[in-house]
């Protein structure tokens, strides 16, 4: 089968399942789920790949809301990532639904070619990308360990060829004092809200001294239940992001110091525990970005210049430990949202609207015509099929 064949046929596939694949997209969107509980947006994403003829392993790693479904038996393995988590209270402010439809329509489109192109089409359902690292346990867990390159994409307010993303550690800060009546005896008391207080005055200060690109937000998850009880135990939670792990660690030891100055200060206690395995940077493949990149003109997007992707990263992802690990890309795809952005009620709402169903159906061509131009070329192909195994020599 010819590449314009084999392009012309996942393009085809797709749009025949186009309804199938915004229905799914909205249906995973009314029932927004938290990481590691995506229990019916999973079993949503592999319904489609299953009837198709998939065959589907459960809780790949351990991982309830997990799935890894194949389809072939070519000697290039394609992993294609889906995201399906919500944030609290927002929902589907990161638009996972557009991804796992997206990524779904991929699989489904490629399983029509697979055996003319030598493929194994390989449909990963990847929950708590927003928090808990799910790829990064799947990649731990060996569930990419026979996948030549991997491909997913992600909406935003603009289209991105080669996304870059930033390094990521999260983790919780818990402060333990003395309880006492805060009228009566408050000196008999050691106040670990205090100790909250002087750990972000010197986060505030520490933001002057900071590298470029390094960055840090975090919340009050504790602060004390009564007015008048002098708090004995008080939380915090931050993230902490870098342009890469080098960075990212240097960061980690100067917060470190300001989460001690709250104990310090006040004489309470501290612990600091990781609370999801740290992200990596982005590293979009050269050759899948370019072919992307055609894609989104060829459909009539308008992708930012090359020169641009770098300084715009997209938050941070555990997609990056994955490309960090094999060839693969996640590039963005826009969407219309009214001026709002990731993250936001407003990109909520848009992740459902006539620009989002678009980007559902487009993404999935573009990926799976970017797979196909990929299987195609035998000096690319040659190249991932050597680094996967040189990466399984050295395992």
């Known amino acids: 089968m010819s590449t314009v064949t084999a392009s012309s046929s996942v393009e085809d596939a797709v749009n025949r399942r186009s309804g199938d694949l915004i229905a799914l997209s909205h249906d995973i969107h009314a029932e927004p789920e938290l990481a590691f509980a995506e229990h019916r947006s999973c079993a949503k994403t592999r319904t489609l790949v299953a009837e198709r003829g998939f065959e589907v392993l459960d809780a790949p790693g351990g991982l309830d809301t997990a799935f890894r479904a194949e389809y ?227 459909v009539g997007r308008h992708p930012l210049p090359v020169e641009l992707e770098a300084a715009f990263p997209l938050g941070s992802t555990d997609m990056g430990n994955v490309t960090q690990r094999l060839p693969g890309i996640h590039p963005v795809v826009g969407i219309d949202a009214g001026g709002a952005s990731l993250h936001q009620p407003g990109f909520t709402a848009a992740a459902v609207g006539p620009s989002a169903d678009k980007a559902v159906v487009e993404g999935a061509i573009m990926l799976a015509r970017t797979v196909v131009a990929l299987s195609e070329n035998a000096d690319e192909r040659d190249r991932v099929l050597a680094a996967l195994a040189e990466r399984q020599e050295n395992a």
């Not at 639904?97 to 990963?124: F, M, P, Y």
């Not at 790829?135 to 867990?141: E, F, H, I, Q, Y």
């Open 72 to 298: 072939g038996s070519g000697d290039l393995a394609i992993g294609i990532c889906a995201e399906y988590d919500a944030l609290p209270e927002i929902g589907h402010a990161c638009g996972h639904n557009i991804i796992a439809a997206s990524a779904v329509g991929t699989a489904l489109a490629l399983a029509e070619v697979a055996d003319e192109l030598g493929l194994t089409v390989v449909l990963i359902g990847t929950p708590a990308e927003e928090a808990g690292g799910g790829k990064v346990l799947l990649l731990n867990a060996g569930t990419f360990d026979d996948i030549a390159a991997s491909v997913m994409l992600h909406p935003g307010p603009a289209d991105i060829a080669a996304a870059r993303s930033l390094a990521l550690s999260e983790v919780a800060v818990g402060y333990t004092g003395r309880e006492s009546h805060a009228a009566v005896a408050p000196y008999l008391g050691i106040n670990a809200a205090d100790a909250v207080t002087v750990a972000q005055v010197a986060i505030g200060l520490l933001r002057q001294q900071l590298m470029p690109g390094q960055m840090m937000h975090g919340i009050v998850t504790e602060g004390g239940q009564a007015a008048n009880v002098i708090p004995g135990h008080a939380e915090l939670r931050y993230t902490m992001r870098a342009t890469d792990m080098t960075s990212l660690k240097a960061l980690e030891e100067r917060m470190a110091g300001c989460f001690a100055a709250g104990a310090v200060a006040t004489g309470a206690t501290h612990e600091i525990r990781e609370t999801a395995p740290p992200y990596d940077a982005l590293v979009p493949d050269r050759f899948l970005s370019e072919v992307f990149r055609s894609e989104l003109l060829r």
